[in-house]
């Protein structure tokens, strides 16, 4: 097993053990924030045929050669219906918006340039051939392809597939993460919180991290510190994709986590990761049997959270068939000087405010590792890279935006 | 009723309607994404007792003036564990990380500055008072304000709520939009799509914008251009918080909607924004007597969407409690000249293109607002202010970011 990755070789390790789960199809009205797991292409011309772009008058524009020329109206074509037959010559028929075309016709002409007499309708324009008219397959060829393996539906897509008659859609599937905390100091929510003893807060933190991104935990519960419960535990989750334990803050002594994966057939890939939140992180997987991608996390909320950020939500990510992976990133300019020791890269919890067309990031807090609240309150992570010691105040920085409400604009712009 | 509106006068009309609906309590681990409608204070110390920050030795600093100095240790002190009687002086205790500082104790010692020999341990440095100890309090005091009022809940306040104790939070009801089609020639996906009949895809699309914001859309079908089945529909409609109908493609002589609206006690507040696409666009609201907010959108694919996005979208939210309104938007530099009349608004939708620090952006394929395919290519909506009529090559535009996934970074920045 390797020891002290950087986050860098963490990370690729880790995403390239990530492969994209297999297909599932599912409702297409369901598929939305899913990753396509086919190629969509259609099997329909849209429109099927051609019809009209307005409500006027469909026409023969060489009757119209000549204006002004009142035409006798033979017939009204809404639209959903076919017209009773085809446009003769010396012809006009009523057409309303997406009705079809009558065969015959070649042109509308807007109601706005027309002049309606009872059963007459009296032209002042010479339409172009073709004109108001809206092609068949002007949106979509049959045969086309609509939609590339690894779109991520969004609303557009959906309706695009509901278009193309297709009420299913093959999707890769969600991962499915077993959550496991891990101390005898830890409770629920609801639990006795004295003698020392703490809510197991990394549960909440990492359940809705994975639903964040539309992966499905589901929680193994809190293992004392006992081989035997750990192992029953970690059983119940050898079935899901991922699996992600975090111990109790008190690591060493006390941490049967890692012997228990190895007597379960997990091999250990790398231990440590020189980042600050968070060294204490080890990569599993099963091999030569299935078996869930393995990440055991810190106990410490922060230290917990930043290394899923940082190493686990990316694999969920691509297990989940999806091709953007990582925070949006923003160049931050430092509003405080800081420090550090070489040899681990620090993610700073950090606020972010805006100062005309620069961002300016603060740390957020106390940047201990105990402490949640920094986190409630960081809308980015600054990186601050592992051999850096020092960065100025007024230098700028990298910082990968957590909260996504920084980003919302404060109008719509207009 | 007012004609013709500007798109901030509608956007002005419509948000200063869209009140925050009230609150509901919900257990905190489906809190994600809601916002806060309350401050959440704290009733808790976190952590409650001053505790160690490392596996060590609890000791009297004083004990420790002149190392090296060896002391016997007395107990242990797990994690959720008290001490099981005060420490003397000239006494040290094994303590692990997080658990609670024996009385009497002063200071921890890291295990890596001590020599464990048998029953005893000796001590090569001497701490100061208060060493690798965390201080009851030092995440949260009780009575502390913790999470404001209208915050928008992610993985770290869920933590926070649980290590609170707060197994219940008060957040802001997710509106409930009705969504309303209607045309003679709509069907749905699976239905016949000959004699220029078309699949209602605005019910699709608007259901998963909907979705997508934490709104909770329920679908009224597809209303023939007749006022009974339309008033039906409508009436099934009431109880929501919002209704959003979008017509057929044939607005004009087939639509009943605003009269049987009207008819129901909404009083229609204005009609037309100067936008392309969407112009056709209605605001209503029921007024001395409880009714949803009413939105009637055009019935073209992108005419609809686009109005959603720009009217409705930002309202929905505005209920839910949210402060983030609006997408992100950017600067980005025109691929291409875009022309047209002074008068409308036009959303242009365009691809964008990262080069170096600059984004560039294209139209998305065919602009007609039939076309729903430029709609699922489109990564953002291009400003093209209402009386500009030219933007050139080369010259920078407001972008509204529709695609979230353009906002990901390549790689993690490590």
Redesign the interface.
């Known amino acids: 097993m390797r020891e002290g990755l950087?986050?860098?070789e963490a990370?690729k390790i880790i995403l390239e053990a990530a492969a994209p789960l297999g297909a599932e199809t599912v409702p297409?009205?369901d598929g939305?924030?899913r990753a396509l797991a086919e190629a969509v292409v259609s099997g329909?011309t849209l429109?099927?045929?051609d019809?009209s772009?307005m409500?006027g008058y469909a026409v023969r524009a060489a009757d119209l050669a000549t204006p002004p020329v009142a035409l006798p109206v033979v017939y009204e074509?809404?639209?959903?219906?076919?017209a009773p037959r085809p446009l003769e010559r010396g012809e006009a028929a009523r057409i309303?918006?997406?009705?079809?075309l009558p065969p015959g016709a070649d042109a509308v002409v807007r109601q706005e340039d027309t002049e309606r007499e009872g059963a007459t309708v009296r032209f002042v324009i010479s339409p172009e051939p073709g004109a108001h008219i809206?092609r068949a397959g002007?949106?979509?060829e049959r045969g086309a392809a609509?939609?590339d393996a690894g779109t991520?539906l969004?609303?557009?897509?959906?309706?695009?597939?509901?278009?193309?008659?297709?009420?299913s859609v093959a999707v890769h599937r969600r991962p499915r993460v077993a959550l496991l905390s891990g101390?005898?100091?830890?409770v629920e929510?609801?639990g006795d919180?004295?003698?020392?003893?703490?809510?197991?807060?990394?549960?909440?933190?990492?359940?809705?991290?994975c639903?964040?991104i539309g992966a499905d935990p589901s929680y193994l519960g809190i293992a004392r510190d006992e081989p035997a419960d750990i192992e029953r535990r970690l059983r119940a989750g050898l079935n899901c994709d991922a699996l992600v334990s975090s111990a109790?803050?008190?690591?060493?002594?006390?941490d049967h986590v890692r012997s228990v994966l190895e007597s379960l057939g997990c091999r250990l890939v790398f231990w440590g990761v020189k980042m600050k939140p968070g060294y204490p992180f080890v990569f599993g997987r099963f091999e030569g049997k299935p078996g869930p991608l393995v990440f055991g996390l810190p106990g410490n909320?922060v230290s917990a959270?930043v290394t899923f950020e940082?190493l686990v939500r990316?694999a969920l990510l691509a297990m989940a068939g999806?091709?953007?992976?990582?925070?949006?990133?923003i160049v931050a300019t430092l509003g405080e000087t800081l420090t550090k020791k070489a040899g681990r890269?620090h993610f700073v919890r950090v606020r972010l405010e805006r100062q005309g067309h620069e961002v300016v990031a603060r740390t957020a807090g106390?940047q201990?590792s105990?402490?949640?609240?920094s986190?409630?309150q960081?809308q980015g992570l600054l990186?601050f890279?592992a051999e850096a010691t020092r960065i100025g105040e007024g230098e700028p920085a990298?910082v990968?935006v957590i909260?996504?409400?920084f980003?919302?604009?404060?109008?719509?712009?207009?």
Chains 1, 2 share one sequence.
Do not use: F, K, W
């Open positions: 950087s986050v860098a990370q297409s009205a939305l924030g329909r429109p099927p045929e019809n772009a409500d074509v809404p639209a959903g219906v076919h309303l918006t997406g009705a079809p809206r002007e949106d979509v609509v939609l991520c969004g609303p557009a897509h959906l309706g695009m597939l509901a278009s193309l008659g297709r009420t101390g005898n100091e830890l929510p609801d919180i004295t003698g020392g003893r703490i809510v197991s807060s990394n549960s909440y933190t990492l359940a809705a991290a639903r964040e109790g803050v008190s690591v060493g002594d006390h909320p959270m940082e990316p999806h091709r953007a992976l990582h925070r949006p990133r890269l106390n201990s105990g402490v949640l609240r986190m409630t960081a990186i890279p990298q990968q909260d996504p409400t980003l919302a604009s404060a109008g719509s712009g207009v």
